[in-house]
């Protein structure tokens, strides 16, 4: 009832208020980290390496540590909780209904395992799409003034659209495989 759900809501509220704590401070020091290892590497190492990756690490990666500090554990353990109370609660109501409930359950984690048995693959393809759609958009922008003067804008935009056709690709594969596994 009311008392549950205000529970509910206020151990929602503690959650997330801890875990965006612990977000920044991990998130801070982390950042620290960082800007100390890339202030001592050599200046070819950045040219090497591309500012689009640099880029990526210093923000798109860590945007994705937000989400994973910050709100996956406590959605992990409030949809854990929500699952394990609806089952106890469902066992108290019809057992035979729970059985059929728990076996949905892990059918659908087996389709789900067979779904993303190659996820690791299609991520790893989807990031270095990712990276080098970072760089040539860090490139263009780095550039736009010698592209005004000189006119070579169209390889540029050419990198640029060649890195999101890759990106496209890698992800039209992975929707692929998944369709049939899943469906």
């Given at each position: 009832g009311i008392a549950g759900g205000s529970l509910r809501?206020?151990?929602?509220?503690?959650?997330?208020?801890?875990g965006h704590y612990a977000d920044a401070e991990i998130l801070h020091d982390v950042r620290v980290k960082l800007v100390q290892r890339l202030g001592v590497l050599p200046i070819g190492w950045f040219k090497a390496t591309g500012s689009g990756a640099v880029k990526k690490a210093m923000t798109t990666d860590l945007?994705?540590?937000?989400?994973?500090?910050?709100?996956?554990?406590?959605?992990?353990?409030?949809?854990?909780?929500?699952?394990?109370?609806?089952?106890?609660?469902l066992m108290l109501v019809d057992w035979r209904m729970t059985l059929v409930t728990v076996g949905?359950?892990?059918a659908w984690g087996l389709v789900f395992k067979v779904a993303m048995?190659?996820?690791?693959?299609h991520?790893?393809?989807l990031?270095?799409?990712?990276?080098?759609?970072?760089a040539a958009s860090v490139e263009y922008a780095d550039g736009i003034a010698i592209v005004k003067t000189f006119?070579?804008?169209?390889?540029?935009?050419?990198?640029?659209?060649e890195a999101v056709r890759e990106h496209m690709d890698a992800f039209r594969?992975?929707?692929?495989?998944t369709r049939y596994s899943s469906a």
């Open positions: 809501m206020i151990l929602i509220f503690l959650s997330s208020r801890l945007e994705d540590m937000h989400q994973l500090i910050a709100h996956a554990l406590g959605e992990i353990i409030g949809a854990s909780v929500a699952i394990i109370m609806g089952i106890g609660y949905v359950l892990l048995r190659s996820m690791s693959l991520l790893a393809r990031n270095a799409a990712e990276a080098r759609i970072s006119g070579a804008g169209g390889r540029v935009l050419e990198r640029f659209a594969v992975w929707v692929d495989e």
